[in-house]
């Protein structure tokens, strides 16, 4: 179990996770959420008793769900969260980023993307595992905190707004670690899997909505539609950056649904 050492927003984020999906407490609700909760997830109306309403629901469909954390950031007064989430035991799950916005010290807003774990991928590895040296799931080198986020940006503005494939030569490491489940492993599997991608959908857009940093982790929020008209994707992309270069990265992304339950879009 992931145990975050700096307290703080990031503890509190984690234990709502905690009391809410492993033990079905919802009594936490009431001391963490504001009264005027924005939720961004397309199934769970706004406010705290739509969400205890959403977790009760859940957890009398899947009575054995469980919520493996995984790594968590933060960044001012945004906590980023990624776990595994099994609502079936003995199934692969799936791979779920919750974003959370503290107010006063209690959580005002929250964005999320689901996405489920397949049997394969193209990399042979798994959407969960820390592969990078050294294999930590803790943010390290956190002094350079601002660096990344910049060098991050910079690296998503080039390759997926812009489409330039030269970035990957730039910006990511020749021992590049890939976790999306439908890229090669590898800088060469990065450029070869995108290459593809680009030539598939011409038209592609990619717009990041936040960018979320703690240390050598970032993560970019982003929405992404392939073709026009279409109503797009959210996607979390999470890159870890290692002596200035990208050496590894997951992410989930999730259909955005025609309707959804909250007035508020995904983004």
């Known amino acids: 179990m992931l145990t ?11 234990q709502l996770l905690q009391d809410l999906f492993t033990r079905g407490d919802t009594a936490i609700v009431d001391r963490l959420l504001r009264p005027d909760y924005i939720q961004h997830n397309p199934l769970a109306p706004d406010g705290p008793d739509a969400l205890k309403y959403f977790v009760a629901t859940t957890r009398q469909q899947f009575p054995q769900v469980a919520f493996e954390p995984r790594r968590v ?4 007064d945004l906590v980023l969260l990624h776990s595994r989430n099994v609502l079936v035991p003995g199934t692969p799950g799936m791979a779920v980023f919750d974003l959370f916005r503290f107010q006063d010290g209690r959580i005002a807003e929250h964005w999320d993307v689901l996405q489920e774990v397949p049997a394969t991928t193209a990399s042979g590895n798994d959407m969960f595992a820390t592969l990078s040296e050294p294999r930590s799931e803790a943010p390290g080198q956190r002094w350079f905190t601002a660096y990344h986020k910049k060098l ?16 990957i030569d730039t910006y990511v490491d020749t021992e590049y670690h890939e976790h999306n489940p439908n890229i090669p492993d590898g800088a060469a599997g990065l450029k070869a899997g995108l290459g593809f991608y680009f030539e598939q959908f011409p038209q592609l857009s990619v717009t990041p909505k936040r960018v979320i940093a703690q240390g050598d982790l970032v993560a970019v929020h982003s929405h992404y539609i392939d073709a026009p008209g279409d109503r797009g994707r959210a996607v979390i992309d999470l890159f870890r ?3 200035g270069k990208i050496v590894e990265h997951w992410n989930a992304e999730q259909d955005v649904p025609e309707t959804a339950a909250n007035d508020n879009t995904m983004f």
């Open 73 to 76: 950031i933060s960044d001012g």
């Open 152 to 167: 991050v940006t910079a690296f998503v503005d080039e390759l997926l707004v812009r489409k330039d494939l030269a970035a």
């Open 4 to 14: 975050v050492r700096d307290g703080g927003q990031a503890h509190l984020a984690q």
């Open 241 to 243: 950056v290692r002596d």
